[in-house]
């Protein structure tokens, strides 16, 4: 069993994930890309965890699934919010805090 | 008195104050507090020559004043010649764990400058009284009056550098406040600026020689210790001489001498007691009065007894020439007799700079009389001849018939400044003269014979046209009130015959026996008896300086005279041929000193030396509005801004950096990682 | 009165006017007259303090007295240490002085925009700022009180100043913030490197032993910056006239009269002792621009149309004389340096209450629009003229202590200054002697444009009211003492010179 195609599934995700963040102007979108770089973590953590046989790993993953639920709630609600404000859930609007 | 010698200074002090604070409300507005002020303070100073001249008798064996000595009876081993002068002193600063005093120190020359500042000072309280009846400041004057005399003092009897230091500059004051005492128009106001700046630009002088001396005698500003230093020539005869020039420089700037002498014309703004009390009698010789007080420094740092020239001889001999030259071209009564102090004190100095310091001072003590005699006059004429005005040309002329008083002690006053038996002068500067023909200095033999002829001539013009002739001013002129006249007739009497105190020519010797220093002095200094050919040379020279302007001004009368006199024609073709004497004195001697040469050296004055002064002024001013508009204001000032500007821009580029955009902001940080973990792999 | 002697007596004459300053801020913001008192009597009670401090003090000890020396910051060794000496005395009484003259002419000369609880208590906490600088002993504790001073100022200029008071406190703030900073990284290093403290009498009887010489004068230079910035020096002067033209009157007089005495005995009590032969390798180069200083500001002051700028540039040549001193390393410079200080404070903290006296009448300062001030205020007018005469160096006043010893020690410097070149020094000398003909100069310039001639067309209608009783009341102390220094400088001499010689002599 080779840990590399695990590393490469997650990297895949990673990338997915930053280019969503960068990339997509929906407030919702890049929350999502921000569940992908998440669980892409979460794929890496599990998979060393097999490897090494440590539970270290797994704990590690749930951890960040809880975080993640709640990041997801938080983060949403915000969007929601920056919805009802600008009429537009798109980020590029969202610049007040311009210099 | 002589251990309380403070006393005379801190009357005036002690009138000042109460002038300034109780002057209005006194019933002649303050002029009775400082008259009385003054004339204890004559008093005392009076008791103060007494108990010189008895201690001097006493150590020396003589007895002219034994009678009023009190019982003191000299006793066994006080018979040397050395009189110590009286010192006492009190802490007055401190640094670096040195103590220093102020205090007096009594002495001859301290007991001449206070018997003469005092009196002085006290006939021109009294002759204001009449002269400035009703001025705008009256009390404000008589306030000043009192001040200057206390700081005159002050100065006279400081027994270190630095306490005449003090004295000096407050003399400096009251000189500038008196000269623009009517400060409404700006000529009286610009005249005292002027005084003010030409003598503090002297002082730099005074002020770095006070130093020099001071390291030079072992970090002492004692007079009598700089002279005992000095004379030793304690660290080098290099650095006396640059104390000595340092002070020199003082001396110039305080006591008018060429080439600062520009402003004391000037001063002349000022009301008329004050022209004779500050720029005649007192003030001015402030500088001479340093230049024998700290003589030692002199005679080491110039080497007097060297003889030929030296710097100080020839600042005085110069000044002679030039002050008198220049007294021939002025029709303002008071500059004619300002010019006339300048030369004058051009005596004093060279008096000094040839090694006649007794004489110096002895002329310092006549002048003092008869210049204060002349400018009181020229007072009077103005208030009671002219209606206030000072020019000889226009507002006077004839008045000998309306002024007889006035008129008879100018003439005095004259003749003592011209140098005439018996009057003082005659005494005082025939002894300069000769005392330089007897220390090697040749040359200032011939420059003081000069400038006696000189003397004679102007006063003889200046006389002239005040007295002489016809009436040209408008009004009745009349004789001064009693207020004005007393002063003349007591220094009248001084005039005439202060000079016999030391008339070498009867051997008697008093002044020099009573005032000479015997204690850290030159003993090299010498005195030379009178000789009658010298004596009369000098007698001749001023009466050919009357004589020539006299043929000059009263032609018709010149005429007369040499045309009587047959029997010289025989002799001295030249001399007695009247017509070729008229020729030679009027179209070359006195038409050339008084044209070409005399403007020349006016025209130097007025547009050489005094737009040097101007333009210094100027161009300070200008550097100054360079300095600021250019220099400071965009290039250090600039800078300063140039700074912030810096920042700012700084900050506009990072600017851009905070876009508000988060995305931005995350793609920054991804990359940032990105980089990082890339270096991480890279140098781990 | 032990307990006044150890220590609390001099912690009262410094956070007394904190006491006051709360008192004020907590007085009914409608009842004027109540704040008034309140700073009053605090200043009065904090000058009563320093009066009977210095009479406590005894005059023939060497070293501190009066202090404390309590534990403050232990984790940086940084202690509450406070004392009195020679050089701190004559400082405290002048600053707690000119307080309370400040705070009676303030009395109905509140400028716009009038606020008088505001403006008092920012005088009474500049005082707390000034008087803890003067007995401050450990350089933190100095450091806080240096910094202190600039909030208050920063406030008076920025809120009660002139038409360009933004620019002018902004300057102000900034540029001696920036020399403080390069300060605090001289006290920081000179702690790291040094001996792990920051107790300043430990530090100066260590001389700078354990530095290597060349850090020392890296060290010597971040204090030189900070404190010259703060004298002003040039060419660090330009924040000076920008800061006191705009400035209202007691600002400006506590500005020229005690801020910039800061530096100064920075200079004295900190940069020299602690580091001295950093300080003889500097000696030439602050003596050099000492004497730039003196011309320098001398030309300034030609240049000037506006009395109160030309009182400003006057500080830059007058501070001259003062650094001049300070730079010969010699007992008889640096008594002459306090004794300038003081005496500086004196007369151009006069000049500042005139020209605002005058500003406040004619509603100008401009030169060219004056003149004939004798004819309708003669009162103000002589007091004019005698600041002048006092400020240009007259003997018989107080200027001239501070001027003539400087320049006397300038003939004779300290042994071991770098070059070792009398001539150096000697032409410093010349030209600040010559300094001394410029001084008069200006002044009796603008003496004659404000005071002689006659009154100018515009302002001969109007009613000029010759000098008030609060303005009597605040400068008939100063008068006097002008003339009670200068006619007996040894009461400052005497109090300065057993430190200054146990300092820097031999």
Redesign the interface.
Known sequence: MQINQFLILSAFLFCTGIYGVLARRNGVLVLMSVELMLNAVNINLVAFAAFNHSVSGQVFALFVITIAAAEVGVGLAIVLLIYRNLRSPDLDHVDQLKG | MLDYAWIIAFIPAVSFVAILLLGRKFPRHGSEIGIAAVGASFVLACVAVVQWINRVENATGASAFKALGKGFVAKAGEHEAVVKPVVHSV???????LKFGAGTQIDGLAVVLLFVVTLVSLLVHVYSTAYMHGDRRYTYFYAALSLFTASMLLLVIADNT?QL??G???VG?CS?MLI?HW??E?AN??AA?KA??TT??G??GL??GV??T??AAGQTFNIVSINEAALAGKGGHALWLGGAVCLLVGIIGKSGQFPLHTWLPDAMAGPTPVSALIHAATMVVAGVYLGARVYGVFWQGFSIDAGGVNAMALIGGVTIIIGALLAFVQDDIKKVLAYSTISQLGYMVMGLGVGAWTAAVFHLFTHAFFKALLFLGAGSISHSGSHHSFDMKRDMGGLRKYMPITFTTFMIGSAALAGLPPFAGFFSKDEIIATAGHFGYDAFLYIGLAGAFLTAAYMTRAIYYTFFGEFRGHGQPHESPPAITGPLVVLAAFSVFAGWLNATVVHVEKFQQWFEPRFAFPTQVIHPSFRFGEGAIAVIVALAGVGVAYAYYWRGVGHGVTERNPLARLGYRFLLNKYYLDDLYERVIVAGIKGPIARAAYWTNQNLIDAVINGV?KG??A???F???VI?QRV??GA?NGI?EASGETGGL??Y???????WY??IL?FAVAVLSLALIVFS | MNWFDSGWGLTMAVFLPGVGMLAVLAAPKADETLQKAIALVTTLATFGVTIALAATFNYDKKGLQLGTDKAWIDVINSRYHIGLDGISLPLLLLSAFITVLCVIYSWDHFPEPHNPKAFLALILLLEIGMNGTFVAQDLILFFVFFEIVLLPMFFMIGVWGGPNREYASIKFFLFTLFGSALMLLSFLALYFIGPNTFDIPKLAALHGAGIVHSTQNLIFAGMFLGFAIKVPMFPFHTWLPDAHTEAPTVGSVLLAAILLKLGTYGFIRIALPILPEAARDWAPWIGLLAVIGIIYGALGCLAQRDMKRLIAFSSVAHMGFVMLGIATLTTFGINAAIFGMVAHGLITGMLFFVAGSVQERFETRQLDRLGGLLTQAPKLGWILGFCAMASLGLPGLAGFWGEFPAILSAYNPASGIAGSEFVVFRTYMVIAAVGTVLAAGYLLWMLQRVAFGTVKPEWEHVHIHDVHVPEWIAWTPMLLLIVALGVYPNIIFRVTDGTVTRLFGG
């Open positions: 802490t007055w600063w401190q640094s670096g764990g630095l230091l003090v000096w500059e407050l004051l500038f623009g400060w409404e700006g106001s610009n600026l003010f700046f503090r630009t002082d730099v002020m770095i130093i020099v001071f390291f002024g300070t001013r550097v100054g509005q300095t600021y508009d400071d250090v000032d300063v912030a990072l600017r950096m905070q876009s508000g955009r988060v995305q995350a793609a991804f």
